[in-house]
C-alpha cells in the first residue's frame, strides 16, 4: 500500500512543494521561519533556523516527493538513512541533522533504517551533488528526478555496504553520546 507521501511522477516539483506542506502541516516548508525543533523524546528542542540548514532541507524535502518517504519519525530516519547512504555533499547541515535521525534509527526503527541505507548506497548520486535550488529543479517532474537519482537496477549490496552500515552506526552513536554529554553539561538535561 502506497504511503500518504506518493506523488505522480508527471507532477511538477514546484507543484508537489505545497501539497507535500500542507500534508504535514508544514507552513512554506518553514523555510523562513526563525527557529525550528527538534523532537528529542518528549522534549522539543528551538534551534535557529540558519541558511546552512535551510539550504539543505529545500534538497531534504525534494527528496521526501522522490523517495516516498514520509515525514514523520519512521520516514525521518528512513530518508536521513537514505540521504547518508547517498552523500549530503557539501551540506553540513544535512549530515548532522541525518546523523541524528540514524541514531534514533537504531533504537526506533533498525530494520528500516538498514533497508534504506542500502537503498541509498545503490543510488549513483541525489539531489545534494550538482543541483542547484533554483526554477529549473522546481520545473522537473517527480518522475524526472527519481529516474536521474535511482535509475531502475539489479545492482545488488555488497559487502562493502554493510560495512559502511556497521561504520555508520558507530559514528552516530558516537555522535549521539557528544550531544549528549554537552547537553548535559551545558544545561544539565539528559533526555
Partial sequence: MKGMNTFDSSLKVKDALPIYFSRYHF????YH???FKIKMGPVYIPMP??????????????HHLITEYEADMKGEIEIGAWEIASGCGHYAAAWILNFGSFFYGLIL?????LRAF???????TNLYYHTKYDEKLL?????????SIEPES???????DYLIFILCCLLSIAVAIL???IAYKLFGILF
Fill in 109 to 113: 526503527h533498525p530494520h528500516f533504517l
Fill in 179 to 181: 550531544f549528549f554529554w
Fill in 33 to 35: 521561519s526563525k527557529w
Fill in 27 to 30: 507552513k512554506d516548508g518553514g
Fill in 49 to 62: 533556523n540558519i541558511k546552512m540548514r535551510v539550504d539543505a532541507v529545500k534538497i531534504h524535502d525534494i
Fill in 139 to 147: 520545473n522537473k517532474t517527480i518522475g524526472e528526478l527519481r529516474s
Fill in 154 to 160: 539489479s545492482k545488488i549490496n555488497s559487502p562493502k
Fill in 118 to 124: 542500502l537503498r541509498g548506497r545503490k543510488c549513483p
